[in-house]
């Protein structure tokens, strides 16, 4: 057994006050997304003499931290997002969930936090899931997990923790974007950065996140939905938006997207460009710049913009605003390839068509 197949073995101890039914039920018929939570964690504890310990499903409840917790000042700290999706026979199966496992190991080696066995990250996520059940909505709902570990040491000098924990939290969640199917407009920002070579900008770390709020509230004061982000040196190349990949589709029939380095390698992102050629799409990573993507928008020779992303799922790009004006994408609405890719992926995730590829994990 190598180190990454190591099973902790996650027993469900059950939460004493579960959420009565009827509550459930409630908050279940429109769940928003991100604010309401399920009955139980995953956890597992990890100090630097007894490795990973203590595994087990448990009631949710507030985290008690010391306050020189290293995560509360040094931020190390990763995330990772998967969905558990309700499927036609009452089953539920996760998304690709041994991809967000390495991610989140991947994540950890970049944070100096010790990586969870990956058999152990899907099976964390597997006993939760299975606890908690009865929170997997209807579709187009689904549930959002939310795996990460912190770095709990109370000691304040800077160095590797040697304490942490593992949790994993859930949430019923409807569509990121509500309200916003006709497409969104990003703001290209030319000031602030979200990543830089041989920073965090490839590990899903809170701190990527903290530093992107700000560019975030430019956005938003600037009516936009989200930012779309450009490389650190130049501030020419496209990289991605806050939480969502970008992808491109041309007239000549190709899916363009800036390449791995330092943006996120999105597991939504990563599907799309295995099934592009489905879709009569050839996919292309290359750097992207947005002298490019503005002549092309204006020339028509880029004829579709789209997001990726877990929450996201496949959302259309129709405006890109920034201090130099605003340029629409194609006709201002979602087009054609975007709706169809979307439609595939969606159908995909909840059993709706045959899973060809094996990319749905039916929970056991
Ligand atoms: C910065 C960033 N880029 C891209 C993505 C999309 O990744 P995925 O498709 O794995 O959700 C996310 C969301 O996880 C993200 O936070």
């Known amino acids: 057994m190598t180190a990454s197949e190591t099973r902790l073995g996650f027993p469900h101890r059950p939460s004493p006050h579960p959420t009565p039914a009827p509550q459930r039920a409630e908050l279940l018929a429109d769940p928003g997304f991100g604010r309401v939570f399920t009955d139980h964690v995953a956890t597992a504890t990890w100090t630097v003499d007894r490795g990973w310990h203590d595994a087990g499903v448990r009631a949710a409840e507030p985290l ?3 306050p020189a917790a290293a995560v509360l000042h040094y931020a190390q700290e990763i995330f990772e997002g998967l969905k558990a999706y309700r499927q036609p026979d009452g089953s539920v199966a996760l998304f690709r969930p041994a991809l967000n496992a390495a991610r989140f190991a991947h994540s950890a080696r970049r944070l100096a936090l010790p990586a969870l066995p990956e058999a152990a990250f899907v099976d964390a996520v597997t006993a939760l ?7 997997v909505p209807e579709p187009p709902a689904s549930l959002y997990l939310r795996p990460f570990t912190v770095a709990t040491e109370a000691f304040l000098g800077v160095r590797a923790a040697e304490e942490a924990r593992f949790l994993v939290t859930a949430s019923p969640a409807g569509p990121l974007f509500a309200g ?3 497409g969104l407009t990003l703001w290209i920002s030319d000031e602030l950065s979200r ?5 965090t900008g490839d590990a899903k770390c809170g701190g990527n996140y903290a530093a992107g709020l700000a560019a975030q509230a430019v956005a938003r004061a600037h009516a936009c939905d989200q930012v779309l982000f450009l490389d650190a040196r130049e501030h020419r190349w496209l990289e991605e938006s806050g939480t969502m ?5 041309t007239a000549d029939g190709e899916l363009l997207t800036p390449p791995l380095g330092t943006i996120l390698d999105g597991v939504t992102r990563r599907s799309v460009l295995e099934l592009a050629t489905d879709h009569g799409l050839v996919p292309v990573e290359r750097p992207v710049s947005v002298d490019e993507l503005r002549a092309g928008c204006l020339d028509g020779s880029i004829t579709e913009v789209f997001a990726t992303g877990t929450a996201a799922v496949i959302s259309p790009i129709v405006t890109f605003r920034s201090a130099a004006g605003e340029f629409a994408v194609g006709a201002g609405t979602a ?4 709706l169809a890719l979307r439609a595939e992926l969606l159908d995909i995730q909840f059993g709706r068509v045959p899973d060809t590829r094996g990319w749905m994990v039916p929970l056991r």
């Open 129 to 135: 899931v299975r606890a908690d059940q009865a929170w």
């Open 64 to 66: 008690s931290l010391h």
């Open 195 to 199: 990543a830089a070579p041989g920073g």
């Open 335 to 338: 087009g054609p390839r975007t």
């Open 180 to 182: 916003r199917d006709a």
């Open 245 to 249: 990949n970008v992808l491109l589709v």
